[in-house]
């Protein structure tokens, strides 16, 4: 899989000048202040270089996850990390979300659904900063967008997120991977934004190398239900999961679009896509399709 980096990895030379030029550091009071900030920086090297060797071992969802949590954890802190990936079948930028913690229900979809204004004035005021390690104030956009009551932001801990990414070059607008990040235990701060930019072109390739494993995967389990002629679909997102169990439930597309906060137009795209994805010929007989092939509870 071909994918290209708007700008070239900072990671090795900055690696290089934090290990290679401990003496040229100041020196405090009886030198202590340079060693403890030649510890610091050690330490941060150290970080990632683990980082940027852990990810080649990267192959599987779960074990992305479980490298965000451990190696990535020591250099970008994070309970939720929200990661997205151009699909190329469906054109569209996918998103999912990766917690280490409960949040409260209804919060996380709008934060990975492409339809979502929340999730959309995210990925605007990362673009409008230019493409550069960018913390969102994600409190006020909740205030100014009016789809999630900003009390329930400040509950959940997550009033500011770091966003970076990468875009094709050239074309900034052309998103090939997002990464939103949140954390309770500080406020994100200028060395955060270094961090996450040093570990970008690992954190980019990890997380693309799962997701095209997870596809083949995918497609040779889809294959393999076709030869012994079972039946099988295109796999729904969770946003299209949650419409489906509405609609089972008898709701309309105004009715659904207020349970889930997005416009009544949306809710008719996503169940236009349902039906493609489901071979249907109408929401009632979707519905059906979805229960057998246990893409809803019935």
């Not at 109408?282 to 509870?297: E, T, W």
Request: overall charge positive; charged content about 20%; glycine content about 8%.
């Amino acid at each position: 899989m071909d994918h290209h980096f708007n700008r070239s990895s900072p990671a090795a030379p900055i690696v290089a000048a934090v290990v290679g030029a401990p003496e040229q550091a100041g020196r405090g009071i009886n030198g202590m202040g340079s060693s403890l900030g030649n510890a610091n920086e050690t330490n941060h090297a150290e970080a990632v270089l683990r980082v940027i060797e852990s990810a080649a071992q990267v192959r599987r969802r779960y074990q992305f996850f479980v490298w965000s949590q451990s190696y990535l954890n020591a250099l970008v802190p994070h309970d939720l990390s929200i990661c997205a990936s151009y699909d190329r079948v469906r054109h569209e930028m996918v998103f999912e979300a990766f917690n280490s913690r409960p949040f409260p229900e209804g919060l996380l979809p709008l934060l990975s659904d492409t339809s979502s204004l929340l999730l959309q004035g995210v990925v605007s005021s990362w673009m409008a900063g230019g493409g550069v390690p960018t913390i969102v104030d994600l409190l006020g956009l909740a205030r100014r967008t009016r789809v999630v009551d900003p009390s329930l932001i400040a509950e959940a801990g997550i009033e500011h997120l770091m966003v970076h990414g990468v875009a094709r070059p050239q074309r900034p607008d052309e998103l090939e991977s997002l990464f939103i990040f949140s954390n309770q235990v500080r406020p994100w701060g200028e060395p955060d934004r270094r961090h996450l930019e040093m570990i970008l072109p690992q954190l980019h390739s990890a997380y693309l190398r799962a997701q095209s494993v997870e596809n083949d995967l995918n497609g040779a389990l889809s294959g393999h239900l076709v030869q012994n002629g079972r039946e099988h679909a295109a796999p729904i997102t969770e946003r299209e999961r949650q419409i489906l169990g509405w609609v089972r439930e008898g709701k309309s597309n105004q009715e659904i679009g207020k349970l889930l906060c997005i416009s009544a137009l949306t809710v008719k795209n996503h169940v236009q896509k349902i039906l493609r994805k489901l071979n249907a010929a109408n929401r009632a007989q979707a519905v059906a399709r979805a229960m057998s092939l246990k893409l809803i509870s019935s």
